[in-house]
């Protein structure tokens, strides 16, 4: 399809190492204007999200809840399938580039939900919403960010957060079960439908008690696999830093990787697995009413640390389990580590997981793109946004989103652009609050 090739050849360019310079120069600039905030508050994230700050008794959600849905968004099939991509063009080297950068993108994320709580939530009819759609009209540009931004997320949500994640949900139950398309549409359509039309309450509800289902699973799972193969993680650890600043081949050659594939793929990958500097987990903890907006911003560091290393977990199941020179990519590949120890059952069990992780998605970005709609419309029209909401549910098990997969690529890449920006030009007051905080 030209389409394809069209974008294909647009993405090769720009999402290449102009998209990595962009986001690695910001984070560092960041890291050091920010005096090291991800190490410095390490631990104080552990401690103010067993102890979190309080919030407005009309909030949406509490700052735990933000927490939670945080995850929710960003543990999903971009770890699963995204991970063992990363390793199939960028080899094992990507997996040490997925960890680094994850690590660089957590004052990403504390820039973000610091923004986001410190210029609290707007009221659109009697809903709220916060994020980047307040925050990014403090930046220059003025209203023109904010506007872009929503309209881009909006697409963003209904696309990837939705109809993508119920595609993955579809192909690992008919690969796995062989179930039939038109009960998944139907049962994912009620699903949804049962969950919007709750409104914000049953949204968080929801995700609150899915994370723990998926988050442990997969913890579970994977240090089993680990556990298994335990005599190669070491020399695993060893290929993992040699591949990263050392080109090298498998398979007699036939597939080389270079220092460069392991630094793009690793990077881009863990960019849009963990959702650090999207904005996502501005507009969830921009609900919170909170008035601790750097303890927040601390607290929501560890959501971007967990995700990253979920990421780094599962490239590190495919290079102990003896996969990567079997040909395979995307869940394929991890399905293929996990059958090393679970037999015929780790296709069942990865495909379980993805179903949770895509469902997982779909609901935090319910709530994700409700906000985008609600600034979009000045908080009308929502039982309209509810049925949108569950018509991309089923079109997306209906339907082949291959070429979906690649437009969401450009939002995706949009919407970490703008935020990024915002967030360069709001550094000085970040910097300013931070620097008054005592822990």
């Given at each position: 399809m030209q389409?394809?090739?069209?974008?294909?050849?647009?993405?090769?360019?720009?999402?290449?190492w102009p998209l990595i310079m962009y986001v690695v120069?910001?984070?560092?600039?960041?890291?050091?204007?920010?005096?090291?905030?991800?190490?410095?508050?390490?631990?104080?994230?552990?401690?103010y999200t067993f102890f979190p700050p309080k919030s407005s008794k009309k909030a949406d959600m509490t700052p735990l809840q933000a927490f939670i849905n945080t995850l929710n968004a960003s543990i999903g099939n971009g770890s699963l399938a995204g991970m063992a991509v990363a390793l199939y063009?960028?080899?094992?080297?990507a997996a040490l580039w997925v960890l680094v950068m994850g690590i660089l993108l957590m004052v990403i994320r504390y820039a973000e939900v610091f923004l986001s709580v410190y210029y609290g939530a707007e009221t659109a009819g009697n809903t709220i919403f916060g994020g980047p759609m307040v925050?990014?009209?403090?930046?220059?540009?003025?209203?023109?960010?904010?506007?872009?931004?929503?309209?881009?997320?909006?697409?963003?949500?209904?696309?990837?957060?939705?109809?993508?994640?119920?595609?993955?949900?579809?192909?690992?139950?008919?690969?796995?079960?062989q179930m039939s398309l038109y009960p998944i549409a139907i049962a994912l359509g009620l699903l949804v439908f049962y969950i919007v039309a709750g409104g914000a309450q049953r949204i968080v509800k929801v995700s609150d008690?899915?994370?723990?289902?998926?988050?442990?699973?997969?913890?579970?799972?994977?240090?089993a696999v680990l556990i298994y193969h335990a005599g190669n993680i070491i020399p695993a650890l060893s290929l993992i830093i040699k591949g990263a600043f050392t080109p090298w081949a498998i398979a007699g050659g036939a597939l080389g990787y270079s220092i460069q594939a392991a630094i793009r793929y690793g990077t881009n990958n863990v960019v849009f697995a963990t959702e650090s500097?999207?904005?996502?987990?501005?507009?969830?903890?921009?609900?919170?009413?909170?008035?601790?907006?750097?303890?927040?911003?601390?607290m929501s560091m560890l959501t971007a640390f967990i995700s990253t290393i979920v990421c780094f977990l599962v490239c590190l199941c495919i290079i102990t389990s003896g996969v990567m020179e079997t040909g395979l990519t995307s869940t394929a590949l991890t399905t293929a580590a996990y059958k090393t120890v679970f037999g015929t059952s780790g296709g069942a069990l990865v495909s379980f997981l993805a179903t949770t992780f895509g469902i997982g998605v779909l609901v935090a970005y319910a709530y994700i793109t409700r906000a985008a709609w609600l600034f979009l419309t000045n908080g009308r029209w929502l039982i309209l946004?509810?049925?949108?909401?569950?018509?991309?549910?089923?079109?997306?098990?209906?339907?082949?989103?291959?070429?979906?997969?690649?437009?969401?690529?450009?939002?995706?890449?949009?919407?970490l652009v703008i935020n990024l920006f915002g967030i360069v030009c709001l550094l000085p007051l970040i910097r300013k609050k931070l620097m008054q905080f005592k822990d």
């Open positions: 389409i394809e090739a069209l974008l294909d050849a647009i993405s090769s360019r720009l999402f290449g120069v910001i984070c560092l600039v960041a890291t050091f204007y920010l005096g090291f905030v991800q190490f410095r508050y390490f631990i104080s994230s552990f401690r063009f960028g080899g094992p080297g925050y990014l009209k403090n930046a220059l540009g003025g209203m023109w960010l904010p506007t872009i931004y929503a309209i881009i997320c909006l697409f963003f949500g209904f696309s990837g957060g939705n109809a993508a994640q119920t595609n993955s949900i579809m192909l690992a139950l008919t690969s796995t079960w008690a899915i994370v723990p289902i998926k988050v442990s699973l997969f913890f579970i799972s994977a240090f500097g999207l904005g996502t987990s501005a507009i969830l903890f921009g609900a919170t009413g909170s008035t601790t907006p750097v303890k927040d911003g601390i946004f509810n049925i949108l909401y569950c018509l991309f549910a089923v079109f997306g098990v209906l339907v082949e989103v291959k070429l979906l997969w690649k437009i969401v690529e450009f939002a995706n890449v949009i919407m």
